[in-house]
């Protein structure tokens, strides 16, 4: 029996496209012989649809959805199925059944509401196990300060940062800025967002007014950091779980290291929220070459593969993430991010180191039904009499 896979993507994020770009290059990888995928499209406005694995298909989303089946997932008898919605004429797209069962849940999303364990979770009250990291560190990994105290905590290099929030903020701005006062230029940052939304530069004190109050459009918390100059960006890979885990090939995408000192090809000039304040193109950070493998010494690529790995556990990371850092001139590495979802979810970085993707995602799978298993093993109830005996005061 193969196994089925719903590959779950969209979702309300801001991130949607990229997922759903993740998403169908990954569903084609998968053995055909072991396992049958099921798209599963989380449209904007909530519904959940039966998917097709055909990017044209996106091009159109209102005409997709028209013609999509729309299902209701539903946990039953410790089974996880996705019935039509609204009921009726079953037997006309579910052959063999009135739903479709799911084995593993493998979510394949980015951004807020998603990736950030939000769905996670919900695979978890719906019983489904599901692939890559559990709520804890989903969520960890989408907040940037939180990111950062775990990493400190675990004693791994991450800039220190303040963190702002948009009510003091907005009430006395004066106040907070003197709370901040720091070397410039700076770096302003929502603390749950992606793709470089919301980002900017400050090189002085009206600029991080600037780019607080622009941060400020997207979230209602900011950190403030220093900006690494000149940069070098590193990423690597790391797969497993708290059993073991592996890191891939380290990239260094190209062109952002010139992001900061080249303002006019890497940054856009934000319309409308003030002189000075510099916004990171996110089209350009998306659009960024990368050199791969990057090039580090083998001293340097083993040293950020290490601190990889070490992230990765210090977050209690399960499946595959990408792990970001920033690198100053003198070769220190920051680790900047942990991305629990990443885009395309790296394949190009296992590839690399000789793994396939449809070898990864065999891996991922695996893991998941691994901490299944596991967790079946775990107790969830305990008998207590607490309800024969028990009585509501106002009764
Ligand atoms: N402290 C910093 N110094 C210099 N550049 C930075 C710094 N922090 C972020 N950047 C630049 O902004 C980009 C996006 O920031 P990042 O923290 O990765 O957020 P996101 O979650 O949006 O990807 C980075 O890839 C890097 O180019
Ligand atoms: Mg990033």
């Known amino acids: 029996m193969r196994i089925r896979v719903g590959v779950f993507f969209g979702g309300q994020s801001v991130e949607h496209e990229v997922s759903i770009i993740s998403a169908l290059q990954a569903i084609p990888m998968f053995d055909a012989d072991k396992y049958e995928v099921v798209p599963v499209y989380m449209a904007r406005d909530g519904g959940m649809y039966v998917g097709e694995a055909d990017i044209e298909a996106y091009r159109d989303i209102p005409a997709l959805v028209a013609r999509s089946r729309r299902v209701a997932p539903v946990s039953e008898g410790g089974r996880f199925r996705l019935y039509l919605w609204p009921p009726g004429g079953l037997a006309r797209f579910f052959k063999g059944g009135r739903a479709l069962e799911i084995d593993v849940a493998f979510p394949i999303v980015h951004g807020t509401n998603v990736e950030d364990g939000a769905l996670q979770g919900w695979f978890k009250t719906m019983g489904v196990p599901f692939v890559g990291s559990g709520v804890v560190a989903s969520a960890v990994g989408m907040d940037k300060y939180a990111t950062k105290a775990m990493l400190k905590s ?68 900011a950190i403030v950091e220093r900006a690494v100059q000149p940069l070098r960006e590193i990423n690597c890979a790391v797969l497993g779980d ?68 070490r992230a990765f556990r210090a977050l209690g990371c399960s499946g595959v993430a990408r792990v970001d850092f920033l690198m100053d001139a003198d070769g220190t590495a920051w ?61």
């Open 242 to 309: 708290r059993d073991g885990v592996e890191a891939s090939e380290c990239e260094e995408p190209i062109g952002s290291g010139a992001l900061l000192s080249y303002e006019d090809k890497y940054v856009v000039k934000g319309g409308g929220k003030g002189k000075g304040s510099a916004e990171l193109s996110a089209k350009g950070m998306g659009a960024a070459k990368r050199r791969l493998p990057a090039d580090l010494s083998p001293d340097a690529r083993e040293t950020v593969r290490d601190l990889a790995c």
């Open 154 to 221: 675990a004693g791994i290099p991450a800039l220190d940062c303040r963190l702002v929030l948009a009510k003091p903020f907005f009430a006395d701005a004066d106040a907070e800025m003197e709370a901040l006062d720091s070397d410039f230029p700076v770096v302003v940052k929502p603390v749950n967002l992606g793709s470089s939304i919301g980002i900017s530069v400050a090189g002085s004190r009206a600029e991080l007014r600037d780019a607080l109050s622009y941060a400020f459009r997207f979230t209602n918390s």
């Open 335 to 395: 680790v900047n991010e942990v991305n629990t979802i990443p885009g395309s979810l790296a394949y190009y970085l296992w590839e690399a180191v000789g793994m396939p993707f449809p070898v990864l995602l065999d891996r991922l799978v695996d893991l998941a039904l691994k901490r299944e298993r596991e967790e079946a093993s775990l107790s969830y109830s305990f008998e207590t009499s607490i309800l024969r005996g028990a009585h509501l005061a106002s009764q």
